[in-house]
T-cell receptor, first 115, second 113 residues
């Protein structure tokens, strides 16, 4: 299994500011995903971070609001821009194996509170 | 589109057996996953089924019927530490994102002494 770390683990931010979340993996992986989990809800995929190309965003998420970088096969960042209280959530980085059994592993998450 | 349905809550007592069901409708099905998530923690991988049948792993087993769009997670000899949310997720290879997972809302299991 992959070991995934995220920074910061939690933060409290003011409305209108931006926060960049880092995700580091201990091995090279092709697929990295960013999810959001709002209180009491399941996981919603924000985007897939592709190394060497632009991220692929899911419906309802746009690059201006959630810019993503993927400079290499072990690292990615997600920025939550111009935050509002509705962005308060847990943000999770996930990596997938390229070969079977294809499970995904999750980082510990970043708990964001916007005031 | 993708539609994944599982019960919102379940309760059981220590030592008992509980079965958590998941039904799904999806295009490009390429596997079903079960994850366990304790409050305030990240999901942890439990099981993966891509072929019909039962996969057993210790106290946990997972079953898949692709023709019925149905899976269940079976937990035996329940322990207090099994109290958690259990997420059913389907992997799809259709659409713009290959290999992405679609998650159900999760089943909150409470184990009573």
């Amino acid at each position: 299994s992959a070991v995934i770390s995220q920074k910061p683990s939690r933060d409290i931010c003011q409305r209108g500011t931006s926060l960049t979340i880092q995700c580091q993996v201990d091995s090279q992986v092709t697929m990295m995903f960013w999810y959001r989990q709002q209180p009491g809800q399941s996981l919603t995929l924000i985007a897939t971070a592709n190394q060497g190309s632009e991220a692929t965003y899911e419906s309802g998420f746009v690059i201006d609001k959630f810019p993503i970088s993927r400079p290499n096969l072990t690292f990615s960042t997600l920025t939550v821009s111009n935050m509002s209280p509705e962005d308060s959530s847990i943000y999770l980085c996930s990596v997938g194996r390229d070969r079977g059994p294809y499970e995904q592993y999750f980082g510990p998450g970043t708990r964001l509170t916007v005031t | 589109g993708q539609n994944i349905d599982q019960p919102t809550e379940m309760t059981a007592t220590e030592g008992a057996i509980v079965q958590i069901n998941c039904t799904y409708q999806t295009s490009g099905f390429n596997g079903l996953f079960w994850y366990q998530q304790h409050a305030g923690e990240a999901p942890t991988f439990l099981s993966y089924n891509v072929l019909d049948g039962l996969e057993e792993k210790g106290r946990f087993s997972s079953f898949l019927s692709r023709s019925k769009g149905y899976s269940y997670l079976l937990l035996k000899e329940l322990q207090m530490k099994d109290s958690a949310s259990y997420l059913c997720a389907v992997k799809s290879d259709r659409g713009s994102t290959l290999g992405r997972l679609y998650f159900g809302r999760g089943t909150q299991l409470t184990v009573w002494p």
